[in-house]
């Protein structure tokens, strides 16, 4: 490649010394010394080529006066370099990794982070003295006075609306200490419930992170207790990030979940989907029997909004319409003007394909085939801002402006019901 020989061998010393190869690093004062481990005939080709070179070159200064060789190694010197992020590898460790960069110890960290708040949670039911089958799940303390995330169904049956406390409630920590807990708030709907324990020193607790930015195939981690195996921990990825309850079969009102891979199983159930940066984006409620790695979690931002609900109401308010709704999109809507020509022309919306008879939405006058554009005054493209847009307003009416066939466009006013959790 190289028509001059001595160039050649000198760009080669060069690259050994760059990449530091087979080098053995010697920290000096104002330089760091390279040495480099050579065969004999790169040592001749090498003290060869530096034969004649300009001795005053400031470029060329490790080698002035011919390129010295010592014991069966050749010797230079190059600028400091910063060892500071060197592990033990040879590899930069995390610390030059921006959010979210999966490096050798990011579940580690991520893991510690949220490990010694992530706890063992056992109900015991007794029935006329009989001890029944115990139920066990997992839970995350998110402040040092002992407030609880857990699962539902680990601490409560639900009749009707009311939840009933499956029995005595243990919680044991990371660190062996047991506690007696007592259920605060439990939500059917939502399978998400608040557990309270007391101590006398400050608990350690994780922080919540969001849920809203998380995308497919970032990298998660699960921590919880299966089959009571304390101080488990599975990692994965976000397979999906809005699963909806319908796409799992699942009827009664509208749930949108975080699909993972990560390994869950009997007793992960309440325990904390997290981030790389060790925040709580999610609480682990279910998997598919069925399949390995289809595993589900609420989202953390939906648990924010029900612990609200708690604070404010004692319970979660969900207003219902009694309509089934479905978000266009451009496709979508193509599609439906190739069946019917009288499709209104909207490029965005709410399609309502089914109205419950007797529902609020019913007796407001709306009808299969409208399209929801305006809500309380604001334009909507998704259930979502809908939802968002009535909170937990319950009997407050809201103006609702729908398009239908042959572009007709209607205002509707609609006083919505608190959902009834068994529906």
């Known amino acids: 490649m190289f028509r001059n020989p001595r160039r050649a061998a000198l760009l080669l010393a060069a690259g050994a010394v760059a990449a530091g190869a087979g080098g053995l690093l010697d920290r000096r004062e104002s330089a760091t010394a390279f040495t480099i481990s050579v065969s004999s005939p790169l040592r001749r080709l090498l003290s060869a080529a530096s034969t004649g070179l300009p001795s005053r070159n400031p470029l060329l200064s490790p080698w002035q006066g011919g390129f010295p060789i010592r014991n069966s190694f050749a010797s230079t010197s190059a600028s400091p370099i910063n060892t500071s992020n060197q592990g033990s590898s040879g590899n930069s460790d995390d610390s030059r990794c921006g959010r979210g960069c999966l490096g050798r110890d990011s579940i580690a960290n991520a893991a510690a982070a949220v490990g010694p708040a992530v706890v063992n949670i056992s109900c015991v039911p007794e029935t006329h003295g009989w001890v029944l089958e115990k139920s066990i799940g997992s839970g995350t303390i998110i402040d040092p006075d002992g407030t609880i995330l857990t699962c539902a169904h680990v601490v409560a049956d639900f009749q009707s609306r009311k939840a009933v406390i499956r029995g005595k409630v243990s919680v044991t920590l990371q660190d062996g200490r047991e506690f007696e807990g007592h259920v605060l708030n439990a939500d059917r709907h939502s399978d998400i419930a608040v557990v ?104 953390v931002d939906s648990i924010v909004k029900i612990m609200e609900h708690f604070k404010r109401n004692g319970r979660v308010v969900r207003p219902w319409l009694g309509l089934k709704m479905l978000d266009l999109n451009p496709m979508v809507i193509a599609q439906l003007k190739e069946r019917s020509s009288s499709f209104p022309d909207v490029r965005k919306g709410v399609l309502v394909p089914m109205v419950t008879p007797g529902s609020p939405a019913d007796r407001a006058g709306f009808a299969p085939g409208d399209v929801v554009v305006e809500f309380d005054g604001k334009p909507v493209e998704s259930i979502k801002e809908i939802i968002d847009i009535m909170g937990d307003k319950v009997g407050v009416p809201f103006e609702v402006v729908v398009k239908r066939a042959k572009n007709i466009s209607v205002t509707l006013t609609v006083i919505p019901e608190e959902a009834d959790a068994s529906r």
């Open 196 to 299: 309270k324990i007391k101590s006398k020193t400050p608990l350690p607790a994780a922080r919540l992170g969001s849920s809203c930015n998380i995308r497919s195939g970032e990298h998660v981690v699960a921590l919880g207790c299966p089959l009571s195996l304390q101080n488990t921990v599975t990692a994965g990825i976000v397979s999906c990030v809005d699963r909806k309850s319908s796409d799992l079969g699942l009827g009664g009102m509208r749930r949108e979940y975080l699909q993972t891979d990560c390994a869950i199983n009997m007793g992960n159930s309440g325990g904390p989907l997290v981030n790389l940066d060790g925040e709580i984006i999610g609480v682990n409620v279910m998997k598919a029997w069925p399949a390995d790695g289809l595993g589900f979690a609420v989202p």
